[in-house]
């Protein structure tokens, strides 16, 4: 990469990190007691953008940028003036420059301000068209992508782990010059390779938490991506979203954060535009009159979790299921409202009524899940009709070391990560007790709900030795309550490297990941928590049936 | 002899022949599986390994196996019961292998074969557009994308 393409890179993160701020400060500034140091924050970011557009002679996003300079001036005198319309005009001035400067990502050549005016009447994210001659100049854009900006920090801590790695190699080979030498007893000599192997694991774990973290980015970017596709929609629509995020400091991986963009984006237009109702509709329906959408993000174990919610009609799944029919879609295996919904996901599929502007345009739900999918993801829906709708997608944190229980179930090895198990217990059998055709276990004084992993594992059994008198349990928690299951036996503690599952992979809400243990046998990774949870609603619905 | 990459020795022999030949005639490797027999181009397997234990879903999941590890990836192994109409006997004699494939540059795959061969074909002899061709006298099976979406259809 030659140095203008460094410095073209550098000067697109820095623009992106101050174009942030100033979102930021724009959301904050009508709510803050004192405008002026928002407007001061504001002001300030659009200068540093001007003159970096300037020095890269990128006149017309440093004319904009201008432009927008003096108009901000004006309300330096007094920020009492500013109000919401004026906020949502620098919003879309912001844009503007947003677009232009992100369009350079792209094609590494400024393209011309009237094709971002003519975005102004779309949305936002819609593609600029690029001059022939620009996309042509376009050599080195792929190598733009690559880079991430890290803390020094965490540099200097993934250095400090290579120099105590290096220091413990240097013991390593004075050990074994010992042993050679005959200086050191067998025994002594085992019993030092021993600590070293200790602090070797030691390090290298930490090694390895900080290289990763170096990959890892919060979701913050990602979230006021979203929150400027909002703000434009209110402008052009006759609707009013509030949006409102939580754990925007979560973070995932790079290629994650990446790749979830677009389906993210689909999911938001979707809440926006078949979700939320229009005002009319909403005071019929006795609800606020600003629809509500809320994006979170937040972690358990090595699962991201990010749910789209949002306060408006819900899905009818008698709708879909009749569309679907109409569609001439597969639904013969529909039997209840939840396997009617999941139709949304089948390729060709669109309930909008009315083709809009911002959503259905082709790309469906099935694009959105296929993308979850590839990732190693999952994607749920939970819906109420007329309150609203929530999108779970479930996604890898990273591809890192997990430390895992190893269980035996049937015969086959299977991965429990640490982070869901509470305890471990070997019980007696005679410590089972059963009531209503349930077994419980004593757990902290309370009798626990203990779910038999072995009938449930649909594996045929291989060759196990179990015994007849223990029980072996893990406890783990549930939505803040403990439960146990039970398993055939524990086999040991170990780390290992959670992999995305391969992109020909069936429904497999039970497992998380998959991995490959030194012997080279595959093991699934599972997740205690949604095999209860997937267990207890099919028994709900057998139930109800 | 673990995972021996019968592939490559064909390859090799492959490459022994006249370039005339290779224009002429498209190399493919005919399996077996439950009686029923299909051919897959060279240029989409990737590896012909010995057979292996597949480590089964927790969940019985139709059209998937379960898993192998080749080398450290994960490789997904499909079932042809959906095509053949009856489940994979696997008793493990000398002649199972595992075939991984990659149809067109697309996701990478294994499927059970109790048999491989390599055969050429004419290309003359075109093969029909419900992929069928005859050889030895025997309906045969070209498997294509077509096939794979039908397993994992059919699955989900």
Redesign the interface.
Known sequence: MSETDELMSEFLAEANEILEKVEKSLDEVLSAEDRKPELDSICRGIHTIKGASSMFDFSNTAGLAHELENKLNDYKIDPGLLDESIINDIRNEVSKISTLINAQDKIHVEPVVQDVVEIKSSTLIAPVSVPAQAAAANTSASNLDEFARIPVARIDETLRGVAEIFLIRNQMVYLIEQLRAKQIEQKDFLQAIDLIDSSMRREISELERSAMSMRMMTVKNLFSKMSRIISAYNVDSSKEIQFVTSGDDTELDKKVLDALGEPLVHLIRNAMDHGVESKRDRQLARKPEKGTIRLSARTSGNEAIIEITDDGKGIDAQKVLESAKKKGLDTTHVTDDKSAIDLIFLPGFSTAEVVSDISGRGVGMDAVKTSVLKLGGQIQIQTKLGVGSTFTIRLPVSMSLVPIVLVN?NG?Q?AVPNQEILETKTLRFDDLKSNMGKKYVEYRKVYIECLDLRTK????SAKHEESAKDCSVIIFDLKGSARAARISSFEKTTEVVV?P????????P??TG?S?LAT?????V?SLKTIFESLNSDEENKNVG | MSAKNIFEEQFKSRSAESQDDLVEENVYLQIVNNQSSFIIPIEDVREVAEYMPIKPYPVQVNGHLGVISIRGSVVPILSLSNLTGQCEQLDKNSTVRILILQLDGQDVFGIIAESVRKISLSSELSISSNNKVTIENSPVSKINAAHVAKICGEAA
């Open positions: 179930i086959y299977y594992i649909s594996t045929k992999k599952a391969p992109h020909i992979w069936p429904t497999l039970w497992v998959v490959v080279g046998e595959t093991i699934f599972l």
